[in-house]
């Protein structure tokens, strides 16, 4: 049975923590590792880091995210109708204030989540925005 869970946070680097825990409780149980929970926490991470750093000029705006889980993988998609960004710039300054976030180092944001995750994707769609979609399949 699949499940479907969307949640929509603003786009603020203390949110950030709602998307983590939302996606630890949907992985519990699931045969997940702990390493893979880790791993998919860290990519959500940096894909709604880049939405709260690079999406706004101002805090009015939201990051869309949603979670569907298959019985194999989960795939994740982080949404915003900002400006969108440039995989070389650096992660969110005002993440890193906030201790339950961890980051990699700046500009590393789409090289981290690439490495953690079995399939990426980047998308820039007509309307404007950005949409990463990353998918994990269950590691046990």
């Known amino acids: 049975m699949n499940e ?11 949110y950030v923590v709602l998307g983590r825990l939302a996606l630890a409780g949907l992985l519990r149980g699931r045969g997940y590792s702990e390493d893979a929970v880790a791993d998919l926490k860290l ?3 940096e894909a709604c880091s880049n939405s709260v750093r690079h999406a706004y000029d101002h805090d ?8 569907v889980l298959h019985d194999d993988r989960v795939i994740i998609r982080i949404r915003d109708e900002g400006a969108g960004f440039r995989e070389d710039e650096e992660d969110c300054p005002a993440c890193r204030a906030i201790p339950e976030i961890k980051l990699g180092d ?23 925005g950005t949409v990463l979609v990353l998918t994990k399949r269950c590691d046990a």
């Open 4 to 14: 479907f869970v969307n949640l929509d946070i603003p786009a603020q680097a203390e």
């Open 43 to 45: 990519a959500l991470t």
């Open 60 to 67: 009015d705006g939201q990051v869309h995210l949603s979670f």
């Open 106 to 128: 700046g500009g590393m944001g789409i090289s981290i989540i690439r490495a953690v995750v079995d399939e990426f994707s980047l998308e820039r769609p007509p309307e404007g």
